[in-house]
């Protein structure tokens, strides 16, 4: 598995239009081929990340080069952003927790 890692600046520009892009990239991302999952947030100082889980280096880089998301990418370098900083990261283990009902807990290996 493969964790794209988006951390940004914002810039104060069209809060409506990128809330709007935002929302379509997240939902066309869910539909491609490799796609695991997304998790992303926001401080009330426009520094954001997004992180994103595939299975696979192509399935990376086929969203990558998707014309809707070239599209937003453009939009985001001309008006969205600041700055930004994208890594690729292998995930060689990962483990979550959640407590039980019962107050039992244990580790859940994910990969």
């Known amino acids: 598995m493969y964790l794209v890692v988006f951390m940004s600046q914002r810039s104060s520009a069209d809060e409506t239009g990128y809330g709007a892009m935002a929302d ?17 947030w926001r401080d ?5 990340c997004t992180l994103s889980w595939w299975d696979s280096l192509e399935a990376i880089a086929a969203w990558k ?5 070239q ?3 453009q939009r985001g370098k001309a008006l969205w952003y600041d700055s930004f900083e994208l890594q690729v ?6 483990y979550d927790f959640k407590a039980s009902p019962s107050g039992l807990t244990a580790p859940h290996p994910k990969a």
């Open 89 to 94: 990261c292998k995930v060689e283990r990962a």
């Open 24 to 40: 379509a990239m997240e939902a066309l991302a869910a539909k491609q081929a490799g796609f695991v999952r997304i998790q992303s």
């Open 65 to 69: 080069a998707d014309a809707r998301h």
């Open 44 to 48: 009330d100082h426009g520094h954001g």
């Open 71 to 73: 599209v937003a990418q």
